[in-house]
């Protein structure tokens, strides 16, 4: 599983409220990425780090911030939730291939 | 930017009969094509990749095949049992050939594959 957990794995809360989800690795990885998955969409990339305190944005990354202080902890930041962000978010990193954490299941009411 | 195409959206085959996933992509510059299983509440598996520089690739009863010049891609299920049932992905990156890049893969939307008894 490539070392990869993910917390909260479920959340349920409001729009309107902030909401950070976490994505933590124990082998030293530099590329991490923030991925939404949506029936009939796959899999959309939200964000991405190419090392500590360097991000950039992916194909759906309006409404989402990131943060990296430290190579083993990336965050994704809802800064006011909305119903459309109603979604399973993963969390990967990228090794030989690029593998994902378990997911973490946010319903946003 | 890429753009992955995958079809067919939902496959039936019988079990012990091989399947056939397709896919196709948009950017010649992509250089980097893994497949994923996905099982129901889990997350996606890598299940083999092809760099671009390979025409075939196989991994006992999978197998993947790219087509630089078309830009299509495919995976190949022979012997299919029932833990094959799963939905898989197709996906592509500009980014990962020798390890540089950092810019993610882009999906297909996947394929329902079901293994009839």
């Known amino acids: 599983d490539a070392g990869i957990t993910q917390s909260p794995r479920h959340k349920v809360t409001e ?9 933590h ?9 923030w991925y939404r998955q949506d029936p009939g969409h796959g899999l959309r990339l939200i964000h991405y780090s190419y090392g500590v305190k360097d991000t950039d944005k992916g194909e759906v990354s309006d409404g989402y911030s990131v943060s990296r ?3 083993e902890d990336f965050l994704l930041t809802l800064e006011s939730a909305t119903s459309s962000q ?24 | 930017g890429e753009n992955v195409e995958q079809h067919p ?28 299983k ?4 889990k997350r996606p598996q890598l ?32 012997e299919t049992q029932p833990e094959d049932s799963a939905v898989y992905f197709c996906a592509a990156s ?4 020798s390890g540089g890049g950092a810019d993610g893969l882009t999906f297909g939307k996947g394929t329902h594959l079901i293994i009839q008894p």
């Not at chain 1, 690795?25 to 990425?33: G, K, S």
């Not at chain 2, 996905?38 to 509440?41: A, D, H, N, S, T």
């Not at chain 2, 500009?94 to 050939?97: R, S």
């Open chain 1, 25 to 33: 690795q124990t082998e030293n990885h530099r590329y991490m990425y």
């Open chain 2, 38 to 41: 996905q099982e129901l509440g």
């Open chain 1, 15 to 23: 729009t309107g409220t902030p909401v950070t989800l976490r994505c």
């Open chain 2, 94 to 97: 500009t980014g990962m050939y």
């Open chain 1, 69 to 71: 202080s430290k190579t």
């Open chain 2, 47 to 78: 299940i083999i990749d092809i760099r671009s520089n390979v025409g075939e690739k196989k991994d006992q009863r999978i197998a993947v095949t790219l087509n630089k010049t078309a830009k299509h891609f495919s995976l190949h299920i022979t």
């Open chain 2, 9 to 36: 959206s939902t496959l039936s085959v019988q079990e012990g009969d091989s399947a056939v996933i397709k896919c196709t992509y948009s950017d010649s510059a992509s250089n980097y094509f893994p497949w994923y």
């Open chain 1, 86 to 109: 109603t979604s399973v978010y993963f969390c990967a990193i990228k090794g030989t291939g690029v593998y994902f954490g378990p997911g973490t299941r946010l319903t946003v009411l």
